[in-house]
């Protein structure tokens, strides 16, 4: 009889798909190739976290998977060449990595890599992002792009033009019409021709957190109209062959193909009056990001954690509304495409390892869940009362809304966790991590990701838990999971069956570029991990080699970030006082581990649950 695989509480089939799956052994397991992945080639993320911390590397870690990586990369091509293909499309498609998802060296030097035969490129947003893609753009298929958006001062653009000097295929993108005085002036100081992009601020949105920034009154680009007015300047200097590239980005996570298929007709509609009324030799069109990832594993599109379609389906839709476009518009030459997705590029191939270090439970509410829902009800009918319309007074009341719906909300969130801890008590998992150093998206947008335990998982968890980290401050504390959840299903903790472990998937985009060191938490250790060639380490059924083990920035590098020198300013003086105190010999070793190691709890004795 097979032994139960409990994967399905956590929808493993849902988000996982077709990356994620539990051996028979009730481990976590990564299925590098995707569905090309043959059997008895995944590989145990329980062994990988347990040769990684016999090589010394601490908790907590990030696991990368770089094979995961090369198989979206080449997933994505191989959907935009099935639908050019598929619908008599002209042109190719070429996209570009986004070097703020995750600037992190390895990671970029990967894509450049995977995506060589493929002329994949990078987009920089900023000065320092500008210098990263110009070194690794070297080593890049001659054509690749190098997308420069961002707002640009002289020093960015002269930048942006000596990488085009060197050789590289730079694309400079215009958010604002100041910016093309910059690169005239520039242009004309150091004797580069540019290539020139526009950003359109279009007036498709998408719904949510992540489309606040888009439409007629988004951050950034510019509307048709002064698209056209940059079109007919750069003519009037008889610069317009300057032009070739027109930019969008509507937001990330877009839900529907529906709204991908409306903004690529948007731009593609001013691409082609671009063409067709001022005569711009354009060549790319370039729809930004955007694709998303199914975090939730719905497939519903209906919130910031779900998208409705996959790869296929994205691709289809922005080919297919670039084509019908140009053919609308008398057979204008179809554009090369260019997105820049980064979320749906890295998000599969990293995990995060949380490694438990107590479960406490509980105490019950004082309050009876009647109790509760007679102050939601009082709330319910008592809103704030209404005020004159009067410009003064508008964000008051609007304050005064919020606040109350505050209220109601944590009334209902209370009364939701008492009914349920009626049936079940809550744990509090004391993790050893900081959610504002590996997890700031929760903290910050309250973005989820899907959590389950590493191992046990053929066996039934047995409580119900929410996620406390290590430091000083009340919001370190994960208590909202996919689904709406409140607690995790999780397992007791046995001190005699070893590490208790709880993987954050999908976590590879954004997280630790926005990283902060709340108490002097840093970074978690990075470990990479690939399928063994032979002569690996077998674990699970897989084999598997740690290409590189990198522990987390120390306690010494973390208290020099924030203007200290070590040596002179703690070290030291703390020697100097013990010396006098005669107690150096004691204390020396301890302050010497302590500024050496990560600043996370280490040799934590775990004890029996209750």
């Not at 008895?40 to 016999?54: F, L, Y």
């Not at 998977?65 to 060449?81: C, I, M, T, W």
């Not at 509307?223 to 009037?236: N, R």
Request: with cysteine; net charge neutral.
């Amino acid at each position: 009889m097979a032994a139960q695989n409990y994967g399905e509480l956590y929808n493993i089939l849902g988000w996982g798909e077709p990356y994620f799956t539990v051996n028979r052994e009730g481990h976590l397991c990564v299925k590098t190739h995707g569905h090309e992945t043959k059997p008895g080639q995944e590989i145990d993320v329980v062994s990988v976290a347990e040769a990684a911390k016999e090589k010394g590397v601490q908790f907590p870690m990030i696991l990368r998977f770089p094979d995961v990586l090369k198989h979206r990369l080449d997933s994505l091509h191989v959907a935009f060449e099935k639908a050019i293909k598929h619908t008599g499309y002209t042109a190719p498609y070429q996209g570009v990595y986004p070097v703020k998802v995750n600037q992190n060296r390895a990671i970029i030097n990967d894509f450049v890599s995977f995506g060589h035969r493929h002329s994949y490129g990078l987009e920089a947003g900023s000065k320092p992002e500008l210098l990263i893609a110009m070194s690794y753009l070297t080593k890049a298929k001659p054509g690749a792009f190098l997308v420069c958006n961002g707002y640009k001062d002289a020093e960015y653009v002269a930048l942006a033009l000596s990488a085009r000097a060197m050789g590289l295929n730079v694309i400079i993108v215009l958010e604002m019409e100041e910016e093309l005085d910059i690169i005239i002036e520039q242009s004309s100081k150091l004797g580069v021709e540019p290539v020139v992009g526009v950003r359109a601020k279009l007036l498709t949105k998408i719904p949510g957190h992540f489309g606040s920034t888009a439409g007629k009154h988004g951050k950034f680009g510019l509307l048709a109209d002064k698209i056209y007015e940059v079109a007919k300047k750069l003519k009037d200097l008889n610069k317009l062959h300057w032009l070739k590239l027109l930019h969008f980005h509507i937001g990330s996570m877009i839900p529907t193909t529906d709204i991908v298929s409306s903004a690529a007709r948007e731009a593609s509609g001013i691409y082609c009056t671009l063409v067709k009324q001022y005569g711009a030799d354009m060549t790319t069109l370039d729809c930004g990001g955007g694709l998303g990832v199914d975090y939730d594993g719905t497939r519903s599109g209906s919130s910031d954690m779900s998208v409705a379609y996959g790869l296929e389906e994205y691709a289809s839709s922005i080919v297919q509304a670039v084509r019908l476009t140009c053919e609308y518009n008398g057979g204008i030459p179809h554009p090369v495409l260019c997105t820049e997705s980064g979320r749906a590029m890295v998000s599969h191939h990293s995990m995060i390892i949380l490694e438990a270090l107590s479960a406490i439970p509980e105490p019950k509410d004082d309050e009876t869940p009647e109790q509760l829902h007679s102050k939601i009800q009082r709330l319910s009918s008592n809103p704030p009362p209404p005020r004159a319309l009067m410009a003064t007074d508008l964000q008051k009341h609007a304050t005064d809304i919020q606040k109350h719906g505050v209220e109601m909300y944590k009334l209902a969130k209370k009364l939701a966790k008492r009914i349920a801890g009626d049936a079940n008590t809550i744990y509090n998992y004391h993790m050893n991590l900081s959610i504002f150093s590996l997890v700031p998206d929760f903290w910050g947008i309250k973005h989820l990701f899907p959590m389950m335990p590493a191992s046990r998982l053929n066996e039934k968890p047995t409580q119900m838990g929410t996620l406390i980290d290590i430091t000083c401050d009340s919001d370190g504390k994960i208590d909202k999971f996919i689904g709406n959840a409140e607690t995790l299903p999780l397992h007791p903790l046995d001190p005699e069956s070893g590490g208790y472990y709880v993987a954050v998937l999908l976590s590879g985009a954004y997280q630790e570029a926005l990283s902060c060191k709340h108490n002097l938490f840093g970074g978690p250790s990075i470990v990479r991990v690939k399928n063994s060639t032979g002569g690996g380490i077998v674990g699970g059924g897989g084999g598997f080699d740690i290409a590189t083990a990198d522990s987390g920035p120390t306690t010494e590098e973390l208290i020099s970030t924030v203007g200290y020198d070590v040596k002179e300013d703690i070290r030291g003086v703390i020697e100097q006082r013990a010396r006098e105190k005669g107690v150096w010999e004691k204390v020396g070793a301890f302050v010497h581990a302590g500024l050496t190691s990560m600043p996370y709890l280490v040799e934590y004795k775990v004890p029996r649950t209750a």
